[in-house]
């Protein structure tokens, strides 16, 4: 039996208006009972979770942009677990490649990593290089941030994470970006796993879920998700036009319906 494809549209600071977020989450929303092969969500900003939260269906979830370290207490402008939790947000990204410039450090996205666990959300954890050089140094690079930021955490626990590899040399805010190819998401996947079976074995790692996120968009979507095997997909910007993210969906579900790549 196939996994579901699991598709989370990163909308970043973006749109300008909680009116706009609302619109746009609803005629998304419209198009989810067809698609019976994907679940869906949207990872807002903060501000607008707890509205999007209300329009939220169990085929088009709400998801965070990111979270405390911290579960409560005197920590200004921070937004906690609970917090999250209690407006039925169902998955928090972490460590994306636009907050680990910020400084996040895997030590400290594995903190935050601990406590979405604890809530029993679902974690999704961005990992990437940010170069490809020819000795092949940058999948140490994806090992150390799997390794750190998987520390301490039970083989039970690892099985309800979802990892997003997102290439940062492919992502439209990286200067003298390039096309990242399904060829790239395979070779990496096949690595992730390999480096997740060294760390809980076969068929714990079988369970986790690895998406492709880094300028992914309705055109290429295919792509990754056959010749890259991706179990999903986390686009940035192709997400903000309802239109093109239904469209990246659609492909998604059509996917699992012709084909197991398991």
């Known amino acids: 039996m196939h996994k579901k494809k699991l598709v989370i549209g990163n909308w970043k600071m973006n749109p300008k208006s909680l009116r706009e977020a609302e619109a746009h989450f609803t005629q998304i929303k419209k198009q989810l009972p067809k698609l019976r092969n994907v679940d869906a969500g949207i990872a807002a900003p903060f501000v607008y979770?707890?509205?999007?939260g209300k329009l939220a269906t169990t085929s088009l979830a709400i998801a965070a942009q990111n979270v405390s370290a911290?579960?409560?207490g005197a920590f200004t402008g921070e937004v906690s677990v609970s917090m999250l939790k209690s407006i039925?947000?169902?998955?928090?990204?972490?460590?994306?490649?636009?907050?680990?410039t910020l400084g996040e450090t895997n030590a400290f996205i594995n903190k935050k990593l601990m406590l979405v666990l604890l809530a029993q959300m679902t974690p999704v954890l961005c990992i990437g290089e940010t170069e490809r050089d020819h000795d092949m140094w940058y999948l140490s690079t994806i090992k150390t941030q799997i390794?750190?930021?998987?520390?301490?955490?039970?083989?039970?626990?690892?099985?309800?994470?979802?990892?997003a590899y997102e290439p940062v040399w492919a992502l439209s805010t990286t200067e003298n970006r390039r096309d990242a190819t399904p060829e790239d998401c395979l070779e990496?996947?096949?690595?992730?796993?390999?480096?997740?079976?060294?760390l809980y074995g076969n068929a714990a790692m079988e369970k986790i879920k690895i998406l492709y996120g880094g300028s992914v968009d309705e055109k290429n979507a295919i792509g990754f998700l056959i010749g890259g095997h991706a179990d999903g997909l986390l686009p940035g910007r192709a997400s903000l036009t309802p239109k093109k993210f239904v469209a990246l969906l659609q492909v998604a579900n059509t996917?699992?319906?012709?084909?197991d790549l398991r």
């Open 188 to 198: 990496m996947r096949i690595y992730i796993k390999k480096v997740l079976s060294d």
């Open 255 to 259: 996917i699992n319906t012709t084909n």
């Open 49 to 52: 979770l707890s509205s999007l």
């Open 147 to 163: 390794e750190e930021c998987f520390a301490g955490i039970s083989k039970a626990s690892a099985q309800k994470i979802v990892i």
């Open 70 to 72: 911290e579960k409560e």
């Open 88 to 100: 039925k947000t169902k998955y928090v990204i972490l460590g994306h490649s636009e907050r680990r």
